[in-house]
T-cell receptor, first 112, second 113 residues
Framework: DVKVTQSSRYLVKRTGEKVFLECVQD?????MFWYRQDPGLGLRLIYF???????EKGDIPEGYSVSREKKERFSLILESASTNQTSMYLC???????????FGSGTRLTVV | AQTVTQSQPEMSVQEAETVTLSCTYD???????LFWYKQPPSRQMILVIR??????QNATENRFSVNFQKAAKSFSLKISDSQLGDAAMYFC??????????FGKGTKLSVKP
């Protein structure tokens, strides 16, 4: 069964900490995406990548960065966590975007 | 820029009944794809149904079907014979030339026994 795996389901971090959210897919997909999900706001795109070492900003990239050193792994980095980054983070991958995404289970991040 | 609007934040349906979730979108593109995703309380988003804009025939997947009105830019999801397991957040999404999907804000569906 094909999978997108996010390393943590729940995470609690302190304000100012550097936070790494990891996402790994086993489908040999070219495209990977990071979204955050907040009640009433739906899913908002943070960053995406169409190839190794390549990254593109989404709609809300401020306060985040990403890394894609290998095709299967796409990491989201919060350089200095703040309380307004408390959210659900969803990773997704796709072979071709218009065939839809496969999502991970999500990471619920709380910044205190 | 493309936008996706789901005008019903919450919906409720009786078990075994039929419910329709609304979605409208705005785009100037002629070639695109539309999706409905389901997110149960366990959180993992799963693809329910996919529609290609150039196909006039409405997509169906078992009890799930869409009413795709390209001129009206409308893409509603109909769930027939609703089951308790259909209770979830449902997201409508648009995929066009930009390569990533644009999501609506979601509709929370409750199913009453």
């Amino acid at each position: 069964d094909v999978k997108v795996t996010q390393s943590s389901r729940y995470l609690v971090k302190r304000t100012g900490e550097k936070v790494f959210l990891e996402c790994v897919q086993d489908m040999d997909h070219e495209n990977m995406f990071w979204y955050r999900q907040d009640p009433g706001l739906g899913l908002r795109l943070i960053y995406f990548s169409y190839d190794v070492k390549m990254k593109e900003k989404g709609d809300i990239p401020e306060g985040y960065s990403v890394s894609r050193e290998k095709k299967e792994r796409f990491s989201l980095i919060l350089e200095s966590a703040s309380t307004n980054q408390t959210s659900m983070y969803l990773c997704a991958s796709s072979l071709v975007s218009n065939y839809g995404y496969t999502f991970g289970s999500g990471t619920r991040l709380t910044v205190v | 820029a493309q936008t996706v609007t789901q005008s019903q934040p919450e919906m409720s349906v009786q078990e075994a009944e039929t419910v329709t979730l609304s979605c409208t979108y705005d785009t100037s593109e002629s070639d695109y794809y539309l999706f409905w995703y389901k997110q149960p309380p366990s959180r993992q988003m799963i693809l329910v149904i996919r529609q290609e804009a150039y196909k006039q025939q409405n997509a169906t997947e078992n009890r799930f079907s869409v009413n795709f009105q390209k001129a009206a830019k409308s893409f509603s999801l109909k769930i027939s014979d609703s089951q308790l397991g259909d209770a979830a957040m449902y997201f409508c999404a648009y995929g066009g030339s930009q390569g990533n999907l644009i999501f609506g804000k979601g509709t929370k569906l409750s199913v009453k026994p």
